[in-house]
């Protein structure tokens, strides 16, 4: 099992609609989590760091579920440049230092 | 400009030819970090460092080398390259006052490894 899973989508959605996924991870231990997007062959870039309560950043909403080992990202109202692979990264509490990220979920949005 | 850059940007070499692909941060980060993003696989990590004279392994180090003799420096090394490490290499690094997972990549390496 991986220790970290993601849907792979795509996800195909029109404009304005809400759209959310989830990512699952096999460590009961982990400790920080976050998610980041990738655009079509460009770098990941942070989107959010994930807090146990729950956090949102405009539109964007991130949960953690500690007890189904999952996080998730909600997008409300989604915009065409919204399409984009979503990663989401765990970080082992074993090792602080050692980064885990998920395969990455593909979002499309169309018109 | 805060950044990563990491150069070449795109190579095609031969099999057994050594190289080497530079990183290099200037926001005086702690924590510098090397993945591979393959089809399918996602992100791995192959070495990361905590601070200058400190690597350590990732998830797939094997047929790759780090050095970190400078802060800001991060070099990857492939001795004897072989067609299975064609991928596309990422650079990233972070600070641990903001917590490792926070990271800042570069634009990325294309290897192909004929």
């Known amino acids: 099992r991986k220790e970290v899973e993601q849907d792979p989508g795509p996800f195909n959605v029109p404009e304005g609609a809400t759209v959310a996924f989830n990512c699952t991870y096999s460590?009961?231990?982990?400790?920080?989590f976050f998610w980041y997007r990738q655009d079509c062959r460009k770098e990941p870039k942070l989107l959010m760091s994930v807090y146990s309560s729950g956090n949102e950043d405009g539109r964007f909403t991130a949960q953690l579920n500690r007890a189904s080992q999952y996080i998730s990202l909600l997008i409300r109202d989604s915009k065409l440049s919204d399409s984009a692979t979503y990663l989401c990264v765990v970080t082992p509490r074993s090792s602080a230092s050692k980064i885990i990220f998920g395969s990455g979920t593909r979002l499309s949005i169309r018109p | 400009e805060a950044q990563v850059t990491q150069n070449p940007r795109y190579l095609i070499t031969v099999t057994g030819k050594k190289l080497t692909v530079t990183c290099s941060q200037n926001?005086?980060?702690?924590?510098m970090s090397w993945y591979r993003q393959d089809p399918g696989l996602g992100l791995r990590q192959i070495y990361y460092s905590m601070n200058v004279e400190v690597t350590d392994k990732g998830d797939v180090p094997e047929g790759y080398k780090v050095s970190r003799k400078e802060k800001r420096n991060f070099p990857l090394i492939l001795e004897s390259p072989s067609p299975n490490q064609t991928s596309l290499y990422f650079c990233a690094s972070s600070s641990p006052s903001l917590g490792v997972g926070e990271q800042f990549f570069g634009p990325g390496t294309r290897l192909t490894v004929l």
């Open positions: 926001m005086n980060h702690e924590y």
């Open positions: 460590n009961s231990a982990s400790q920080s």
